[in-house]
């Protein structure tokens, strides 16, 4: 599962050509759910980067402790709570990674999970907007997840759906089929990622010291010899 996550600045507009930044980008070393998140998503003809709340809060929510953080990509359809956004409120959230924790004998060491280029990386979301007046509205996300594939699979069962750049118009259009959109919820390629150690100040959602992700050890690289 993904429930923290390393946002540092990216040339966003290089990536999304056509990009109207509405809000600043949300940066944080580890940033945790309950929190901003800054999301990409399609309004009109265009793809506009704005804030919303980490944690679905559907208009019916009653509970704001119950508002999920993370989406299964399997029961997108299933549930009432991800159905309709699933349908026509795609989004992206850029990051520059994520901190998943491998449980060890006397504790939990924390990786940040990266492109093996340090690029950004463009989770799937959803969002949902609730009117709090005529004039007033909360907007929220959401992350998909997919299974872990094998290079992450020893530090978490899930890992966030990504999005590739060459993808993303097809994502963000409620008009591509369901059918199309539900094709590219896969495991992350072995070769995109890597996973290096970090500090266990990360275990503390307070603590925003940038420090919490720099490595304290090698990055591990899933090789194509690996595969053989």
């Known amino acids: 599962m993904a429930g923290r996550l390393h946002i540092a600045a990216h040339p966003l507009a290089e990536l999304m050509d056509g990009l109207h930044v509405d809000q600043p980008l949300q940066q944080s070393p580890n940033r945790a759910p309950r929190n901003p998140l ?11 980067l704005a804030t919303a709340f980490w944690g679905l809060t559907p208009p019916w929510l009653k509970v704001l402790d119950h508002a999920p953080h993370c989406a299964r990509a399997e029961s997108l359809d299933e549930r009432a709570m991800f159905r309709d956004a699933f349908a026509a409120r795609r989004c992206v959230i850029p990051v520059s990674g994520v901190y998943l924790w491998k449980i060890q004998p006397r504790m939990k060491q924390p990786f940040l999970i990266t492109r093996g280029d340090r690029g950004p990386l463009l989770l799937a979301g959803l969002w949902c907007r609730y009117h709090t007046t005529l004039s007033a509205y909360n907007d929220s996300t959401a992350l998909i997840t997919v299974p872990a594939n094998p290079l992450l699979a020893p530090l978490s069962e899930r890992f966030p759906a ?57 990055m591990i690289r899933w090789h194509s010899e690996q595969e053989t």
Do not use: M, Y
């Open 38 to 48: 800054s999301i990409v998503r399609q309004t009109g003809s265009g793809w506009h």
């Open 162 to 218: 990504l999005i590739a750049p060459q993808r993303l118009a097809e994502w963000l259009d409620p008009a591509t089929p369901l059918s199309r959109v539900r094709d590219g919820l896969s495991p992350a390629p072995l070769e995109l990622l890597g996973a290096f150690p970090v500090s266990r100040q990360v275990n503390d959602p307070a603590n925003q010291d940038w420090a919490c992700g720099r490595p304290t050890g090698k």
